[in-house]
């Protein structure tokens, strides 16, 4: 069963005006256990208001969201639960950051989790650790620079330990070291620990190395789900949702005109570069 | 309750409203605020009332959406009701519990309340309909007169604007620091009002620090862009008075006048 069925969802912003276009139309896909999957599409699409439909901070005008079978709309729902299930890292993490101290803040969702004080302060140090900003714990949110402040929100989401993360544009305002340092984190709870990824991004080239399956939003719909490769050569769907391809299928195009052929389904920076090897020596 | 504050708040329509000069809608808004508090009898009211749904029906935003702005005012409108209806001395109707409730009192209720509901959907429709530019350009040239007696009117016009501007980013700030914490597990539903009012006290740090920090930037913007009140500055879209304008005051006159009228025709009714 999938953990997320998103079935058929509407939804506008403007409620009062009947002539409002619809922000997320007739919007469909599973959300399957450890899927890593990459939203991709042009600004203004609509993504960042169908990941806050995942866990239940905007409600869909019309259509279903399923969580193991279990209708998020249902009166009983434990939408609370949910919320500690499926952490979301905002796109702008200083919305996210509120408490006077980085680990007040990245103990909050322990806390509300039901952590004793001293259990949070752990669990909130351990995080800051694994994510090296430990010499932050007790600085004001605040006043960290953006990167610092993203990888606070990244904790304090960590610190709820769910079972699926969202992300929201996770790379912006990171520098290239902790930004493939984050990928490889991600990749990590993915494969070894299995959490399931959900992740807006712009960048095509963590798409192809790390996402097993791509969502295209194009104005509010679905117009594309597929395998990274299915979706990213695909140049008229790409050219229609704004989008540029990656550098790897560039590298994959200019060898297959050249009539070299290479493994598709091997994609990645360094399989890329294998095949590179074994064609040229 | 966040987002139903539609104060400051602007609403793209084509419509008459929109169109006018803002310095007509200024004018219109302090006339129909001065008309309110000088009714003083029913037919005064019914004035008013045809004049605001007149409003409603030219601005072409929703009317859902204006009185949405009224959800938030429900407990200053609830204690003025109250206080007016129990505190006004007067001809007793019925007694609750230790308090009296006269007839005076029940009239005054009523219109303070219609005046109160009146008064916030005429101000949001003014700000519904005018862009926060326009605004300051409408309170900057109408109040130019007052440059003689050297009264920074733009510095007073763009302090206003930039109030008014920041009214809808406050809230969907507040808006996106709930849902942080909705997120990670506090829940603003949840409990009796002491609690939901200490959930929400976490909410005023970071909106403290955004609205400062928002400030800071726009200064400096500003500065960066060399902003100063000091020279004749020029404008993109000159304001001109166009035929409707003109139209609106005669309007805006007759109404008054009418308003004032009122008060005559209540005596010659009721003496006859």
Not at chain 1, 123 to 151: C, H, Q, T, V
Not at chain 2, 29 to 44: E, P, Q
Not at chain 2, 89 to 98: D, H, L, N, W, Y
Not at chain 2, 115 to 142: A, F, W
Request: charged share 25%; proline share 3%.
């Amino acid at each position: 069963m999938p953990i997320f069925e998103v079935k058929n969802i509407y939804f506008r912003y403007d409620k009062y005006d009947k002539n409002e276009i619809y922000t997320l139309k007739d919007v469909s896909f599973n959300v399957e256990k450890n899927d890593f999957i990459a939203l991709i599409g042009k600004s203004g699409s609509g993504k960042s208001t169908l990941i806050n439909h995942l866990n239940g901070l905007k409600k869909a005008d019309k259509g279903d969201i399923l969580y193991n079978g279990k209708s998020i709309y249902a009166e009983d729902f434990d939408l609370t639960g949910l919320r500690f299930k499926c952490g979301i890292v905002f796109q702008y993490p200083e919305y996210q950051l509120f408490s006077e101290t980085v680990i007040e803040d990245v103990e909050f969702g322990a806390l509300k989790k039901g952590l004793s004080k001293k259990e949070a302060y752990e669990k909130a140090f351990e995080i800051l650790k694994y994510l090296k900003i430990d010499n932050l714990k007790d600085e004001i949110p605040f006043n960290l620079s953006g990167g610092e402040k993203r990888k606070v929100a990244f904790a304090g989401v960590f610190a709820m330990e769910p079972d699926i993360f969202i992300f929201d544009e996770p790379d912006a305002g990171l520098d290239s070291v902790s930004k493939r340092h984050f990928y490889e984190m991600l990749k990590d709870l993915n494969k070894n620990h299995d959490k399931t990824i959900i992740c807006i991004t712009h960048n095509l080239d963590d798409v192809i190395e790390y996402a097993n399956k791509v969502i295209v939003l194009n104005d509010g719909k679905i117009e594309r789900i597929g395998s990274p490769f299915s979706v990213l050569s695909d140049k008229e769907l790409l050219k229609k949702c704004n989008l540029i391809a990656p550098y790897s299928i560039d590298i994959y195009r200019h060898l297959h005109e050249k009539g070299i052929e290479i493994d598709t389904s091997r994609l990645k920076y360094k399989d890329i570069l294998d095949e590179l090897d074994k064609v040229l020596l | 309750m966040i987002k139903d504050i539609t104060l400051g708040q602007y609403y793209n329509k084509d419509s008459v409203i929109h169109s006018l000069d803002p310095r007509v809608k200024l004018v219109a808004t302090f006339v129909f605020l001065i008309s309110l508090f000088i009714s003083t009898n029913l037919y005064a009211y019914i004035f008013a009332t045809i004049f605001l749904v007149t409003l409603i029906i030219l601005c072409k935003v929703p009317f859902a959406f204006i009185v949405r702005g009224l959800k938030s005012l429900l407990i200053l409108l609830l204690i003025s009701v109250l206080f007016n209806m129990f505190l006004t001395p007067g001809r007793v109707v019925f007694t609750f519990s230790i308090f009296n409730v006269t007839y005076e009192g029940i009239i005054l209720a009523t219109k303070m309340a219609i005046r109160l509901i009146y008064l916030v959907i005429d101000s949001s429709i003014l700000t519904l309909t005018t862009t926060p530019s326009r605004l300051t350009d409408g309170l900057e040239k109408g109040l130019a007169f007052l440059k003689t007696f050297k009264v920074p009117v733009a510095e007073i016009a763009l302090m206003m604007s930039i109030a008014l501007r920041f009214i809808p980013i406050l809230i969907e700030e507040t808006d996106k620091i709930m849902n942080a914490q909705a997120s990670r597990g506090a829940d603003f539903d949840k409990g009796n009002l002491i609690e939901k009012a200490r959930a929400l006290v976490p909410l005023l740090v970071p909106l403290f620090v955004s609205a400062f920090r928002r400030a800071n930037d726009l200064a400096i913007a500003m500065e960066s862009r060399c902003y100063s009140s000091a020279n004749n500055r020029t404008r993109l879209h000159p304001l001109y008075y166009k035929n409707i304008d003109y139209i609106t005051y005669i309007i805006l006159l007759i109404y008054i006048l009418l308003i004032f009228a009122t008060r005559y025709i209540k005596i010659d009714m009721l003496t006859k």
